[in-house]
């Protein structure tokens, strides 16, 4: 008896893996053809590398907020304030008398 007669999953295993190198291939020609449009399209790289752009800063701003916010939050504890507040009220009043 041959292979595929005693377990008829064995026959099924090469069509899956032909059917997935199929699709494989389909999905880097894909790529390739995404990357040829782009680069052929002067303005949309320059517009797509501009929202790249925004979007890293916002997300630096954003992130930059909320880790300064939470350094804040655990100096507050740590360190007494109102020193820190009269420290910057009296160079405040330096700056004053100079101009």
């Known amino acids: 008896m041959s292979k ?4 008829p999953r064995n026959s ?3 069509d899956r ?3 997935i190198e199929k699709i494989s291939r389909k999905m880097d020609d894909i790529r390739v ?3 040829i449009e782009m680069i052929s399209n002067p303005k949309r790289v320059i517009f797509m590398n501009f929202i790249a752009g925004l979007t890293r800063g916002l997300g630096m701003g954003i992130g930059f907020t909320v ?3 939470i350094v804040l939050y655990l100096m507050q504890s740590w360190v ?3 020193v820190v507040g ?3 009220a009296e160079l405040l009043d330096i700056i ?3 101009r």
């Open 80 to 82: 007494n304030l109102p």
């Open 33 to 35: 053809a995404e990357y």
């Open 12 to 14: 099924e295993i090469p």
């Open 67 to 69: 880790l300064a916010g």
């Open 86 to 88: 009269r420290l910057i």
């Open 4 to 7: 595929n007669k005693d377990n």
């Open 96 to 98: 004053d008398t100079y």
């Open 17 to 19: 893996v032909g059917h």
